[in-house]
């Protein structure tokens, strides 16, 4: 199978966490695949995730190449437990893997796409970078604004939007499908400088 690379939308599975801050990097990656249908008019190719723990599909993008695309099922903290098996399974290398999730340290609905550097405390990122052994791959970063105080994180990440921040989120995940679609079309380097310039 020849694949240009892995894109993965990190989350939590399981319904009560499903349109949480946490989980936008789901949310995103469904986008990206109902966009695929729309735009191919071919459902996304899904494969048998079982062993990775994560449900995995693959998708033709014109222009772009062939791409996995996995949603990780073991929570969050865990993420790079599903996350290194698909990369060794496929023979793919960390600078062929985007990975989209929830920024604190954004605002709602900002976007920011970067290789490399810290968690930031994000857990889902450190065990994908524990896991590789390698902080060195891709991430697309989408801001969920953060609470008043750090005793409320967990509260904040595992709650669902509301108000303007709901609306600011909705305006930007066509934002978020673009960037990964330019990821893929135009090359990482180029993506990321449309993307930090457009999705602000």
Not at 51 to 69: C, E, S
Not at 128 to 153: A, C, D, H, M, N
Request: hydrophobic share 40%.
């Amino acid at each position: 199978m020849d694949l240009s690379g892995l894109i993965v939308g990190l989350g939590n599975p399981g319904p009560q966490y499903q349109g949480t801050r946490h989980n936008i990097g789901f949310m995103s990656v469904q986008l990206l695949l109902e966009e695929m249908e729309r735009g191919t008019g071919q459902s996304p190719e899904q494969l048998s995730g079982t062993k990775f723990n994560a449900l995995l599909w693959r998708i033709r993008i014109p222009n772009g190449g062939t791409w996995l695309v996995a949603e990780p099922l073991t929570f969050m903290n865990l993420s790079g437990d599903a996350v290194q098996p698909i990369m060794a399974w496929y023979g793919l290398a960390p600078e062929q893997l985007l990975v989209v999730h929830d920024d604190l340290d954004l605002d709602p609905g900002r976007l920011k796409l970067k290789k490399g550097g810290s968690s930031a405390g994000h857990n889902g990122i450190k065990s994908i970078q524990q896991r590789l052994g390698t902080p060195e791959f891709y991430r697309l970063r989408v801001g969920i604004g953060k609470p008043q105080s750090r005793e409320q994180v967990n509260s904040w990440v595992l709650g669902r939007f509301f108000g303007a921040d709901k609306d600011a989120v909705a305006e930007a995940f066509p934002r978020v499908v673009d960037a990964i679609l330019r990821f893929a079309i135009d090359g990482p380097e180029r993506a990321i400088n449309i993307a930090n310039t457009r999705c602000k």
